[in-house]
């Protein structure tokens, strides 16, 4: 009686162990992602789209596009434009290429800073390049819709800080709250 409930107790471990690795389907010859920024888009507003790559089921490599579509002074966003190669490192191991998620990230970033001298303004824009970090979590639903939440932050470390002074724009921010679809 013993050996039977011991095979029992082996083959319910078993069979919740496999369980607990299901995968489905999509996940494994679903490999790309188109996704927009509805953050940016509605509260500055800029166009933020990204390109993602799976390499596999704890990694993937992508570039995102911002341009700051915004021409109204009384919204302050220096930001106008910047390109970002990214890579991210996935920390689930039930499902592929989603969930928590760790990123490296450069920006090649342009802003538009108001210099101001004895009685004219004057836009200067800077063109720079930084490096940075953010956390995350994805989540994808069967049909291949795709959600992230991301925060982060990086140092410009190429290109002056330009002529005004008071303003310190040498960190950057990685934001956003992006809609997609997995292919």
């Known amino acids: 009686m013993k050996k039977i409930i011991i095979i029992f107790l082996i083959g319910v471990s078993l069979s919740a162990k496999a369980q607990e ?6 996940d494994v010859h679903k490999k790309t992602e188109l996704k927009i920024n509805a953050f940016n888009l509605i509260v500055i507003p800029a166009i933020d789209v990204s390109y993602e790559r799976l390499i596999n089921e704890n990694s993937s490599f992508g570039v995102s596009l911002f341009v700051n579509v915004d021409d109204d ?15 991210r490192w996935f920390f689930s191991e ?14 090649l970033n342009t802003t538009q800073n108001d210099v101001f001298n004895s009685n004219s303004k004057k836009e200067e824009n800077l063109t720079r390049f930084a490096l940075g970090v953010s956390v995350g979590g994805k989540f994808v639903t069967k049909k ?28 950057v921010g990685r934001f956003g709250v992006s809609i997609g679809y997995r292919f």
Not at 94 to 106: D, K
């Open 21 to 26: 690795k299901k995968e489905y389907p999509q």
């Open 94 to 107: 039930t499902r592929y290429a989603r969930g928590f998620f760790l990123e490296g990230f450069g920006a």
């Open 144 to 171: 291949g819709f795709t959600t992230e939440v991301f925060l982060g932050v990086g140092r410009n470390l190429i290109g002056k800080n330009g002529a005004n002074e008071y303003i310190d724009n040498d960190v």
């Open 73 to 87: 002074d009384y919204v302050d966003f220096p930001r106008k434009f910047s390109l970002t190669p990214y890579y």
